[in-house]
């Protein structure tokens, strides 16, 4: 089956009401699929998600044709999240670099950077030149699991939608933070989402996780701030 059949598939599937054990199925699945692949990248297997989900394979198969398709999902919904957990500390924030810790430290708690779509990658995160505008921003690569393969690029269209519009309100908090003078000259929106994506690693007791997150987190934030000549 092609992409693109799944991709339709999976949409219209998604826009048909569900019956009761059907949708605790679907949430299930989803919420199984976001500890999986927070946890061991998008390269785990879909055997994984569905022994974690607690159902059989064949059921995760019936509302994601495809491991690809399951795989835009969860990062449609955590681009969306992180799009609108920076919208709020954008405005409720009045002081920029209280709006942009803000939004790293809620991004990082929530632990979405471990989800973030892994073909939104590069760019200009290994540039190092003084690079702050949405466009030449991408994601660092997610971690992939040994012998698990590459995934191919997800679909444009929507997926692209949702990326931009995290780029564009995440460079509005770049922006102000810079223009007032508590962020770096050469910090680009691309450095402050690898920051996200690599300030919650993933340990087994949760509050270590947290710990090692917020400690990690407070490191990287200073390394972001501007300094006096």
């Known amino acids: 089956m092609s992409p693109t059949v799944g991709n339709r598939r999976a949409d219209a599937a998604r826009t048909t009401p569900l019956r009761v054990d059907a949708q605790r199925n679907l949430e299930h699945v989803l919420r199984a699929a976001r500890e999986v692949f927070g946890e061991l990248g998008y390269g785990a297997p879909m055997e994984d998600v569905a022994r974690r989900a607690r159902v059989g394979v064949g059921t995760v198969y019936r509302r994601f044709p495809s491991k690809d398709v399951l795989v835009r999902r969860i990062a449609e919904e955590e681009t969306a999240r992180l799009t609108e957990q920076a919208r709020t500390a954008l405005g409720q924030e009045e002081e920029p670099w209280s709006a942009l810790?803000?939004?790293?430290?809620?991004?990082?708690?929530?632990?979405?950077?471990?989800?973030?779509?892994?073909?939104?990658?590069?760019?200009?995160?290994?540039?190092?030149?003084?690079?702050?505008?949405?466009?030449?921003?991408?994601?660092?690569?997610?971690?992939?699991?040994p012998g698990g393969g590459e995934l191919r690029p997800a679909s444009a269209g929507a997926d692209d939608a949702g990326v931009g519009a995290l780029l564009e309100v995440v460079g509005k908090l770049v922006d102000r933070a810079r223009a007032a003078g508590e962020l770096r000259a050469d910090v680009s929106v691309s450095d402050v989402l690898l920051v996200?994506?690599?300030?919650?690693?993933?340990?087994?007791?949760?509050?270590?996780?947290?710990?090692?997150?917020?400690?990690?987190?407070?490191?990287?934030?200073?390394?972001?701030?501007?300094?006096?000549?």
């Open 101 to 145: 810790s803000r939004f790293l430290r809620t991004s990082v708690a929530s632990g979405a950077g471990r989800l973030l779509p892994p073909q939104v990658l590069v760019g200009s995160a290994g540039s190092g030149g003084p690079v702050g505008s949405a466009e030449e921003a991408r994601v660092p690569q997610q971690r992939m699991q």
């Open 196 to 229: 996200i994506a690599t300030a919650a690693p993933a340990l087994p007791d949760a509050a270590q996780q947290a710990a090692a997150s917020a400690r990690l987190l407070d490191i990287l934030l200073e390394g972001l701030r501007s300094r006096p000549a």
